[in-house]
């Protein structure tokens, strides 16, 4: 039995008194980066970084992350761990210096 009230227009745009003459987006607004992070609290340690890279190393990451079947995050992380193991830890503490001091 039907419900005389259903309206399958109503169910895929919203009722009627909701604003049908306010334009609707699905374009993100990504311009403001000051609230980008997706948890509630500023103590997380996680903190949002962004990179534009080549396509090509971008099918990369995704395609060995999910080989190793961890996250894209995960992945970069261990990357620059293994990077790191090539750095002793002197050499680490200056690179970070002098970075701090020029940006």
């Known amino acids: 039995m039907a419900?005389?009230?259903?309206?399958?227009?109503?169910l895929i745009s919203g009722p009627e008194e909701s604003g049908r003459d306010v334009p609707q987006s699905n374009t993100r607004n990504t311009s403001n980066t000051d609230h980008t992070s997706t948890t509630e609290t500023t103590d997380s340690p996680l903190h949002p970084f962004s990179v534009r890279l080549g396509q090509q190393h971008v099918d990369v990451i995704k395609a060995l992350a999910w080989w190793k079947r961890i996250s894209q995050r995960e992945f970069i992380e261990q990357a620059v761990d293994q990077y790191l193991d090539d750095i002793n830890s002197e050499e680490l503490k200056d690179i970070i210096?002098?970075?701090h001091e020029n940006n």
Do not use: L, V
């Open 3 to 10: 419900d005389d009230e259903f309206n399958i227009d109503e």
């Open 97 to 99: 210096t002098q970075y």
